[in-house]
């Protein structure tokens, strides 16, 4: 049964810092590249960070910066480290895994969400 179980999220205040984990299971956690995408109120879901299986990462604009994407496969688990945050970082956050084949993706999981409201 694969899995993706995300923590860490909440209500912080302008300029504070959060750290999201997304923990998988089920799968070959090293083998697939992860990504955090977020969705804001009335916003489409947009990609916020990803890191691939030998670690190279890449940002959105809006996150570079402010926030770090990393993971521990000893663990199976994912991070994104959002410093300085701010209001327009309100949204639902979701982990994401893909799997490719010699370049070409195959599939994906999803995690459930987690909310990070920051707000005074």
């Known amino acids: 049964q694969v899995q993706l179980v995300e923590s860490g999220g909440g209500l912080v205040q302008p300029g504070g810092s959060l750290r999201l984990s997304c923990a998988g299971s089920?799968?070959?956690?090293?083998?697939?590249?992860m990504g955090w995408f977020r969705q804001a109120p009335g916003k489409q879901r947009e990609l916020v960070a990803k890191?691939?299986?030998?670690?190279?990462?890449n940002y959105a604009d809006s996150a570079k910066g402010r926030f770090t994407i990393s993971r521990d496969n000893d663990k199976n688990t994912v991070f994104l480290q959002m410093n300085g945050l701010k209001p327009e970082d309100t949204a639902v956050y979701y982990c994401n895994a893909a799997y490719s084949d010699d370049g070409d993706f195959k599939h994906e999981y999803w995690g459930q969400g987690s909310q990070v409201t920051v707000s005074s």
């Open positions: 089920g799968f070959i956690f090293s083998h697939y590249a």
């Open positions: 890191i691939t299986r030998s670690g190279s990462t």
